[in-house]
């Protein structure tokens, strides 16, 4: 297959951990030839101690390579919002390939990937990466560094060495606000379909309790687009682990909570539901398409299924503008 045959890391997703499995599916390639001229950043499992990221940087100062941040591989897909946020991010940081490394049951695999933006402002990965699976952390980083220096000479001179960890990514370039938009009341609301057809059929009839105007949209028209076509807000959706879900969306998770607590309607009647901290969750919220006004309501109605968390947020709006 040729090395620049390509698969598109498609946003939005339902499933998160599809996109995940889509990179780790990828076969076996060269490493990327800038990987000691141009910055990289890491995307690691949530499951990686601090330990384990001071071993990556390490090695990867050691080898020559600049990596000039860190955070979780599941915040980079946790929705079309937060990975365009992402992609702003990197070329801001002029960042040229990423980094990924996941925990195997046993060892460690590392991936290297160059950065690749397509028009539609999705990341672009190529069907062939660097990739290498190892038992232990140190063996797969050794094995970068013997690959790397084969026939390369380090260009990177100015490298940190101690790791930017969890970096504060800025998302959203209008207001964040606890509450609904009033201007729902008047102003359409476009929501994009998923490009299944069997849950866009749930996806419709859910949409049938939202008490003001919509309209279901394609997922790849532009948001341009849609503005011209009279929608002002865009129904957005996030999937990822309830703790990354609220630090991405901007809530404070000084706490370091081992449990959410989440308002629920499952029977329509508003309840407490209790949610484990690595548990997979679904939020919804809406952004003001021209202005980037995000409205995230006012409690946190996250759920661990998609159904369930648009019922929540579709109910919870109803309740504070009090219709029945």
Not at 10 to 38: C, K
Not at 83 to 101: C, D, S
Not at 170 to 185: M, S
């Amino acid at each position: 297959m040729n090395l620049f045959a390509c698969f598109l890391i498609l946003i939005p997703s339902f499933v998160f951990g599809q996109r995940i499995a889509d990179l780790q599916r990828a076969g076996n390639g060269p490493i990327p030839e800038t990987i000691l001229s141009t910055r990289v950043f890491v995307f690691t499992d949530y499951t990686f101690t601090e330990k384990e990221i001071n071993t990556i940087h390490a090695g990867l100062v050691k080898t020559g390579v600049d990596a000039v941040g860190y955070t979780q591989v599941d915040k980079l897909f946790a929705g079309a919002d937060i990975t365009q946020a992402f992609i702003k991010y990197l070329q801001n940081r002029e960042v040229g390939n990423l980094v990924f490394a996941f925990k195997n049951n046993p060892g460690y695999e590392l991936m290297i990937v160059p950065l690749v933006v397509a028009e539609n402002n999705t990341l672009t990965i190529p069907a062939s990466v660097w990739k290498t699976q190892d038992r232990t952390l140190d063996e797969a980083l050794m094995t970068l560094y013997r690959t790397a220096l084969a026939g390369k000479r380090k260009q990177n001179l100015l490298i940190n060495e101690v790791p930017e960890i969890d970096l504060t990514i800025p998302l959203f370039t209008g207001n964040r606000n606890e509450l609904f938009a009033y201007d729902l009341k008047v102003d359409n609301l476009a929501v994009q379909k998923f490009g299944d057809e069997k849950i866009d059929s749930e996806l419709e009839e859910i949409m049938k309790n939202y008490p003001f105007k919509y309209k279901l949209v394609e997922a790849n028209v532009p948001e341009a687009e849609l503005r011209k076509q009279g929608s002002l807000y865009l129904l957005r959706h996030i999937h990822t682990r309830g703790p990354a879900a609220k630090q991405l969306l901007g809530y404070d998770m000084s706490k370091g909570e081992s449990a959410l607590v989440s308002v629920t309607y499952p029977n329509g009647q508003e309840q407490i539901k209790t949610i484990a901290a690595d548990v997979e969750v679904h939020k919804f919220y809406v952004r003001h398409i021209e202005f980037g006004h995000v409205f995230l309501g006012p409690k946190w109605d996250a759920d661990t299924t998609w159904q369930q968390a648009l019922q929540n947020f579709i109910k919870g709006l109803r309740n504070e503008m009090k219709i029945n």
